[in-house]
């Protein structure tokens, strides 16, 4: 059984003893569960889920909640926060009320959107935001007695917010803190009218906070949660988990989860100098790593006045330099890639091994990009087969606001039988272009591209055989570009097949939005640019094995398209 973990009949329960300083009976909130620790001084709590491996992680999210709960404590005063029945001024509960109150609608609609899109994208497993899991019904009467046993009902919900606004806990529930059962009354008749579809706002809390309101971790929940609301982040629960939440702590780490009033220029250079002087990542994960600090940091100071400290946070590098990791492949290499026997003897396991490295060579597309093409993102334009890449439903519009775009075929793709391939596809009744290689949960289709290709290469001596490697499948982007500008081909148009920003950005805005517009794509134009690159290779004529119909076969059984 995994670490920090209780079987209780069919469901995992949470179970670990409460580090230092946490005490019996201190009210604790993580991530929504409201708990205490015990007289035994064990956190105990059920995870309401009977799979091992959804309990484990669980586990270890809370682990990390709670010693980061701990950490807070001896933090306030010395050794232990100041807890009293009435530490707090009026002003300070009514600010905490209100701040519980915007933060539970927040949640609400946060989870609404969602778990509704989760429904929408055919996942089974969807949870109830909160607005179905609250009536009025199930409080107490408006009574004085009943706002009493409300007090008591959410004391951690109490505690909770206190802590966060004023670094003040509570050790019982006192008359003064009334302000919170009327704030919690609100939310739960917010809850009712909007499960009846009536609109209730999210209030935004206007207020400056004071100087000891936003520690660093509350200024990136923040963060969080206005990108989340702005449909910034396509897939919130990952850009939260990996991409993210690790760099946020490791900043935290380095500077400390002090208030971000009182964060400087010292903090900013110290975090770049701990994140320059690691050896075990590259300049261009460094650079991105500055760019999202950054980005929390000017979310902080344009809505919340948090002070600029994101000077220091810059690489005197150029991007290029950065990124020059990845290298054109020479005219050897492309022969070793597409002369190889398993080209010339149709020894491929499936049709993407054939099929992607020509159309990243013909393209110029991301590889994530062409693994998710889907059978319909293959149209015919006034007579002109093209590809439409980084669509919505294919890959969510790509790698930026330029990545949707049309590409035409080049002929050495139709003349190798991409097209009858399609057709092919389409009577299987698939609606996957490369069905066979599956959909992993963070990177999609590419996932599993990237390593077969990363297979195939080596296998034909091309890059590095073992570690990190200057030639990719990325390389074939840059092989098609370097081609095309020494065929003197037009620049706007060669930008746009890219997928890339130009110089003319006004005339670019009106082509690319979130479907790349027919009616203003030149395809006669777009057709002869592609048309100029040629490599000098031969191409053998697609053949469909028995192997490779048997691994879409095997995809199919598993239910998916």
């Known amino acids: 059984m995994g670490k920090y973990l209780e079987l209780r009949g069919r469901v995992y329960w949470f179970k670990r003893r409460a580090p230092v300083p946490l005490k019996a009976k201190d009210l604790l909130l993580l991530d929504g569960v409201s708990t205490a620790v015990g007289k035994n001084g064990y956190v105990r709590f059920s995870l309401e889920t009977a799979s091992p491996k959804e309990a484990a992680a669980l586990a270890r999210k809370y682990a990390h909640l709670l010693d980061e709960e701990a950490k807070k404590r001896p933090?306030?005063?010395?050794?232990?926060?100041?807890?009293?029945?009435?530490?707090?001024?009026?002003?300070a509960i009514q600010a905490a009320a209100d701040a519980m109150y915007a933060t539970l609608l927040a949640a609400d609609e946060c989870t609404y959107e969602t778990e509704a899109q989760k429904l929408f994208d055919g996942e089974e497993e969807v949870r109830d935001p909160d607005r179905f899991q609250f009536s009025?019904?199930?409080?107490?009467?408006?009574?004085?007695?009943?706002?009493?046993?409300?007090?008591?009902?959410?004391?951690?919900?109490?505690?909770?917010?206190?802590?966060?606004?004023?670094?003040?806990?509570?050790?019982?529930?006192?008359?003064?803190?009334?302000p919170f059962a009327d704030a919690f009354r609100r939310f739960v008749g917010a809850m009712e009218l909007r499960k009846k579809s009536v609109h209730v706002p999210t209030p935004v809390l206007t207020s400056k906070p004071t100087p000891t309101e936003f520690s660093v971790t509350v200024l990136y929940d923040k963060f969080k949660a206005y990108q989340i609301a702005a449909k910034r982040w396509k897939n919130p629960e990952l850009q939260d988990s990996r991409e993210y939440g690790p760099i946020v702590r490791e900043f935290i780490a380095v500077v400390g989860d002090k208030d971000v009033y009182q964060l400087n220029r010292q903090d900013a250079e110290k975090y770049f100098e701990h994140t320059m002087g690691r050896n075990d990542i590259s300049l261009g994960t460094k650079k991105r790593n500055f760019s999202r600090i950054k980005a929390m940091l000017s979310y902080g100071r344009?809505?919340?006045?948090?002070?600029?400290?994101?000077?220091?946070?810059?690489i005197e590098t150029s991007?290029?330099?950065?990124?020059?990791?990845?290298?054109?492949?020479?005219?050897?290499?492309?022969?070793?890639?597409?002369?190889?026997?398993?080209?010339?003897a149709s020894r491929f396991a499936k049709a993407s091994h054939y099929w992607l490295p020509m159309l990243g060579l013909?393209?110029?597309?991301?590889?994530?990009?062409?693994?998710?093409?889907?059978?319909?993102?293959?149209?015919?334009?006034?007579?002109?087969?093209?590809?439409?890449?980084?669509?919505?439903?294919?890959?969510?519009?790509?790698?930026?606001?330029?990545?949707?775009?049309?590409?035409?075929?080049?002929?050495?793709?139709?003349?190798?039988?991409?097209?009858?391939?399609?057709?092919?596809l389409r009577s299987e009744g698939h609606t996957r272009l490369f069905p066979e290689l599956g959909d992993a949960s963070r990177d999609g289709?590419?996932?599993?591209?990237?390593?077969?290709?990363?297979?195939?290469?080596?296998?034909?001596?091309v890059g590095a055989q073992e570690?990190?490697?200057?030639?990719?499948?990325?390389?074939?982007?840059?092989?098609?570009?370097?081609?095309?500008?020494?065929?003197?081909?037009?620049?706007?148009?060669?930008?746009?097949?890219?997928?890339?920003?130009?110089?003319?950005?006004?005339?670019?805005?009106?082509?690319?939005?979130?479907v790349y517009d027919q009616s203003d794509f030149d395809v006669d134009l777009a057709k002869k640019v592609i048309a100029k690159a040629n490599f000098g290779l031969k191409h053998p004529k697609f053949v469909d094995t028995p192997e490779m119909v048997a691994a879409r076969k095997r995809y199919s059984k598993k239910g998916k398209a």
Not at 165 to 172: A, L, Q, V, Y
Not at 326 to 341: I, M, N, Q, V
Not at 369 to 397: H, M, P, Q, Y
Not at 479 to 484: A, G, K, P, V, Y
């Open 445 to 461: 289709p590419g996932k599993r591209a990237t390593v077969d290709f990363t297979d195939y290469r080596r296998s034909v001596n």
């Open 467 to 514: 570690g990190r490697s200057t030639k990719v499948f990325h390389s074939f982007r840059s092989t098609l570009i370097s081609e095309l500008i020494y065929r003197k081909t037009d620049d706007y148009m060669r930008h746009l097949l890219l997928g890339h920003a130009t110089k003319n950005d006004d005339k670019f805005k009106d082509v690319h939005f979130t």
């Open 319 to 344: 991007y290029k330099k950065t990124h020059a990791s990845y290298e054109r492949f020479t005219p050897d290499e492309l022969k070793a890639l597409f002369h190889s026997e398993a080209y010339s």
């Open 136 to 178: 009025t019904a199930d409080l107490p009467p408006e009574s004085l007695q009943g706002q009493a046993r409300l007090l008591k009902q959410i004391a951690p919900l109490i505690n909770f917010y206190l802590m966060q606004t004023t670094e003040r806990g509570i050790t019982d529930v006192s008359a003064s803190l009334m």
């Open 75 to 91: 933090r306030l005063l010395g050794q232990r926060a100041p807890l009293s029945k009435h530490p707090h001024s009026s002003e």
């Open 302 to 314: 344009k809505k919340l006045s948090v002070p600029d400290i994101t000077g220091p946070l810059e």
């Open 362 to 424: 013909y393209t110029g597309g991301r590889l994530d990009e062409l693994a998710s093409l889907r059978v319909e993102d293959i149209t015919e334009i006034k007579g002109v087969w093209c590809a439409f890449l980084s669509g919505d439903e294919a890959n969510d519009g790509g790698k930026n606001q330029y990545a949707p775009r049309w590409v035409p075929m080049h002929k050495e793709l139709l003349t190798a039988g991409f097209l009858a391939h399609v057709q092919t």
